[in-house]
């Protein structure tokens, strides 16, 4: 019934003289709102009518019934028990009467409530922009906190779906540190529209600019490589310069030109450069701001990507593989300059001072640091078939002498006034001269060897491994004298004066024509102190005193006995390969190309490389040992041309240094003297079925330049 209606009836009854029909709050259903209502009543949250909203019932009967349901409870009652409510259902909507429901009436809303009738929103429910930033909103769609700082000068925020968002930057600014910096090699004092010096825009600011290396750009640097095609500039690999000095002359420019630039690379790719270019007197001058690298393949961004061990870049003294000319110095030394990774070979210095020394190098006042190179097949007339150095003091490190010749003196090195020179890590092997086959030093010098052997070197008169006169000081750490044959001195001869300290160094193997076969000193008052040697194996005897030299020292192994002092022993110190294995070869061939002899024994079955470090005898009968550069199963590979020395029918012996498993000079030696490492750069080891009949820190170093090691 519509309200007209019932009004019409209330009237009819004041005409008719009957009494009004009452009307009472919530009497009339308001299905359609407050126009179901009389005049001025308002239609309640329960479907009923009310003449003022304060009256309306404070339960809208939402229980809170754990049926789930978001429907309202249709129940008519009015709430006025205190009954407890014991409807089934799972409605989750809560009941926020303060009266207790009693309602009887079945609740029959299946719905599942999902909402909550207090109106509880969930917080950091989903990420929108607000300006240029991100921020959290909760599920009723406030705003909440701060998500990300998007820098509103350099980035801006994007809503990437109804729920995300993210900072975005402008430009080349950086995202992650929130637009406030710049991408890498990008420069923040141009807004980022510019690249840090020496980073190609055209790359992105990605790589270098032309002329430019390594991971930060800061190298500056010039290409060298036989196989370029492109112009030459030497800019890239692929406008390399063609020659190794245009390299080096164009870096040296760019230093010269650019006071920010304090020094320039030049990268050379492996091949042969031939140094002849028209007159004996040519030469690869360095310069004292230019370091020059080789053993590249000429693709490489790093300098530490090289290979200098297999990609051999070759300096030759020649002009054609036949070598129809020659120069007198391959490379010419600057001050201060670095020439790293390099075989020099090819040199033929027969001409008047200077060009009658130093074919491989020559150092005449001036200091370079040379590394990883080898010089192999030089040959003088005078002083220093590989290096001369005077008024100088160069540095060695990591290099090889192999196979080189002197007419006079220092087959291999030759130093002389006031030099102070310094090899560590080195390798000599093979080099003849009239006196000092492998080292020759002279008047007032210095002259220091590190973790260095001097194998095989042949004099026809004194100190075929290493000789030395007129006030010269030495010293000898972690070295080894093997196989070196002369008249006085097989390992050395010191003459004239000059403190020789040697400690954890091995001699063995040694030839003298006369005496001392490791070590001969004679004319003048020479100090030698000997710490943690072996001299054993030297012919014809171990070390012979000619002149008032002072001979001290202690926790040595010395063969002849000839010296007292604590923890002195004159015992066979057992080496583990004295020899390891002979045979005979087939053929012994030198390869040109690799500048490497081959000696191939068809009934060998060696592992591949097993041999390296040790030493090849290659003719049984004759006293030169080689130092082993690597094997296969059935060849030993010696740097140098060594077919004079042996060839096939030959037979041959391996040496082995290393101490033995039986060996009297394991934990033998004096710890506070000796260096940490050995030649190998092997820690001390502590044998501990052994005393420590040592002493110091370590305890347990052992006697010589090996220390040992068990093989498992």
């Not at 080195?426 to 000092?436: D, P, Y």
């Not at 004759?622 to 030959?650: H, K, Q, S």
Request: glycine letters at 14%.
């Amino acid at each position: 019934m519509r309200w007209g209606s019932l009004a019409w009836v209330a009237l009819m009854g004041l005409v008719l003289g009957c009494s009004a029909i009452p009307m009472e709050e919530g009497q009339f259903d308001c299905p359609n709102g407050n126009d179901d209502c009389p005049d001025g009543w308002e239609c309640g949250p329960d479907g009923q009518c009310y003449s003022d909203s304060d009256l309306f019932p404070s339960d809208t009967d939402a229980d809170t019934d754990s049926d789930g349901d978001t429907d309202t409870d249709a129940d008519t009652d009015t709430d006025t028990d205190t009954d407890t409510d014991t409807d089934t259902d799972t409605d989750t909507d809560t009941d926020t009467d303060t009266d207790t429901d009693t309602d009887t009436g079945t609740d029959t809303d299946t719905g599942s409530d999902t909402g909550s009738d207090t109106g509880t929103c969930v917080e950091e429910s989903y990420q929108q922009c607000v300006s240029s930033d991100v921020y959290w909103f909760d599920s009723c769609d406030v705003q909440g906190g701060l998500v990300d700082d998007c820098h509103d000068t350099n980035g801006f925020c994007v809503d990437l779906t109804a729920t995300t968002a993210e900072c975005q930057c402008t430009g080349n600014w950086d995202i992650g540190t929130d637009c406030w910096t710049c991408l890498d090699h990008w420069d923040i004092g141009t807004d980022c529209t510019t690249c840090l010096d020496n980073w190609d825009i055209s790359a992105d600011c990605a790589a270098c600019l032309p002329g430019w290396a390594e991971s930060d750009c800061e190298t500056c640097v010039r290409y060298v490589d036989l196989d370029a095609t492109g112009a030459e500039d030497g800019l890239t690999w692929a406008t390399a310069y063609d020659t190794v000095q245009e390299g080096i002359d164009a870096a040296a420019a760019a230093v010269a030109a650019d006071s920010d630039i304090d020094r320039c690379d030049v990268w050379v790719a492996e091949g042969v450069y031939f140094t002849w270019q028209g007159d004996d007197g040519d030469t690869v001058q360095l310069n004292g701001t230019v370091d020059l690298y080789g053993g590249f393949a000429g693709d490489e961004v790093l300098r530490a990507e090289r290979d200098f061990e297999t990609q051999l870049s070759v300096l030759d003294g020649c002009n054609a593989v036949a070598c129809p000319n020659q120069v007198m110095h391959v490379v010419t030394g600057a001050d201060s300059a670095l020439i790293d990774g390099f075989l020099i070979t090819g040199a033929w210095a027969d001409g008047g001072d200077p060009d009658d020394r130093g074919g491989g190098m020559l150092n005449i006042g001036v200091s370079p640091a040379v590394a990883n190179c080898i010089f192999v097949g030089n040959w003088v007339s005078k002083f220093g078939g590989a290096v001369y150095n005077e008024l100088a003091s160069p540095t060695f490190t990591n290099c090889v002498f192999a196979g080189n010749y002197s007419d006079d003196q220092g087959g291999g090195v030759h130093s002389e006034d006031t030099v102070t020179a310094t090899f560590d890590g080195c390798i000599f092997s093979g080099n003849m001269a009239g006196r000092g086959g492998c080292i020759y030093a002279r008047t007032d010098c210095t002259m220091t060897l590190v973790d260095t052997i001097v194998a095989g070197g042949t004099s026809d008169d004194r100190g075929a491994g290493y000789y030395s006169e007129s006030n010269v000081a030495g010293t000898f750490t972690s070295c080894v004298f093997t196989g070196n044959e002369g008249n006085e001195g097989g390992g050395m001869q010191i003459r004239g004066g000059g403190e020789q300290l040697f400690t954890n160094c091995t001699f063995s193997g040694n030839w003298s024509g006369s005496n001392g076969g490791a070590i001969h000193f004679r004319d003048g008052a020479t100090n030698v102190t000997l710490t943690n040697s072996i001299l054993w194996g030297d012919t014809p005897t171990e070390v012979f005193d000619d002149g008032g030299g002072v001979l001290s020292g202690t926790y040595n192994d010395i063969e002849d006995g000839v010296m007292i002092g604590a923890g002195n022993l004159s015992e066979d110190p057992g080496f583990a390969g004295d020899y390891l294995d002979t045979g005979s070869w087939n053929t012994v061939l030198y390869d040109a190309a690799t500048f490497q002899t081959g000696l191939y024994d068809s009934g060998a079955a060696w592992t591949a490389d097993e041999l390296v470090g040790m030493f090849v005898l290659p003719k049984v009968g004759e006293l030169e040992r080689l130092w082993i550069a690597g094997n296969t199963g059935n060849t030993i590979y010696v740097w140098g041309d060594m077919e004079y020395l042996a060839g096939g029918g030959d037979t041959y012996e391996i040496y082995d240094l290393r101490l033995g498993d039986g060996s009297v000079c394991r934990d033998a030696g004096d710890g506070d003297a000796a260096p940490t490492t050995d030649i190998l750069g092997n820690d001390r080891y502590n044998v501990t079925t052994l005393p420590d009949t040592g002493i110091g820190t370590p305890t347990y170093t052992d006697m010589g330049a090996y220390e040992f090691w068990p093989s498992s």
